[in-house]
């Protein structure tokens, strides 16, 4: 069954320093997302992506923050000058059929800015 | 707001029981989403249930909705030790994609 990807599954890095973390969604999507989960607390909303534009994004999604699709199956999440509190977990999230349909999560990049 | 609220926060039973699981909502909704998540795991997609929809199986899950009371339920029967985890709703509103994640409820299944 497809499903997404995400790479790496850890990232350390320091306080300051960009990281970029990367998604390959199921390859006939058409619909990306960003949610992060900062450890013990909910699941939230950074952005929504579609036909190479944000689609929505949320307040924590600041100018520290872009998403970009590189190729035809990448998605990619960059955080320009980490701080100590964008230490989470990443996920990035597909669907296909539409954009208020099933979104499928992949497994996570967990993120901790020292 | 959008945000599910799951409840109970905590449920323990043994294997083979039940488990029922509620979400309230408070807007009007296009669907309500229910996702599974094994402790710092990524999240599972387990149904989707559409506004104009009542109820919905899959496997060993049965969802229901009531749109008026703005509730949903989750019923996991027969349950088993693989199913311990947290389980979330996601009601969607019209005219946006984010889902919106409660807190959950952690759900224990001991064999």
């Known amino acids: 069954e497809p499903e997404v990807t995400q790479t790496p599954s850890h990232q350390v890095t320091q306080m300051g320093q960009e990281v970029i973390l990367r998604c390959v969604p199921i390859s006939n999507h058409l619909y990306f997302y960003w949610y992060r989960q900062i450890l013990g607390q909910k699941v939230e909303f950074l952005v929504s992506?579609?036909?190479?534009?944000?689609?929505?994004k949320s307040e924590i999604f600041d100018d520290q923050f872009s998403v970009e699709r590189p190729d035809g199956s990448n998605f990619t999440l960059k955080i320009r000058s980490t701080k100590l509190e964008d230490s989470a977990m990443y996920f990035c999230?597909?669907?296909?059929?539409?954009?208020?349909?099933?979104?499928?999560f992949g497994p996570g990049t967990r993120l901790l800015v020292l | 707001s959008q945000q599910g609220e799951e409840d109970p926060q905590a449920l323990s039973i043994q294997e083979g029981e039940n488990a029922t699981m509620n979400c309230s909502y408070k807007?009007?909704?296009?669907?309500l989403q229910w996702y599974r998540q094994n402790s710092g795991r990524g999240l599972v997609h387990l149904i989707l249930i559409r506004s104009n929809e009542r109820e919905k199986h899959s496997g060993r899950l049965r969802v229901t909705l009531d749109t008026s009371k703005k509730s949903s339920s989750l019923l996991i029967t027969a349950s088993r030790a693989a199913d311990t985890a947290s389980y979330f709703c996601?009601?969607?509103?019209?005219?946006?994609?984010?889902?919106?994640f409660g807190t959950g409820t952690r759900l224990q299944v001991f064999p």
């Open positions: 996601a009601p969607l509103r019209y005219n946006t994609d984010k889902l919106i």
């Open positions: 807007t009007s909704i296009n669907n």
């Open positions: 992506f579609y036909n190479n534009e944000i689609s929505e």
């Open positions: 999230a597909s669907s296909g059929d539409g954009s208020q349909e099933t979104q499928y």
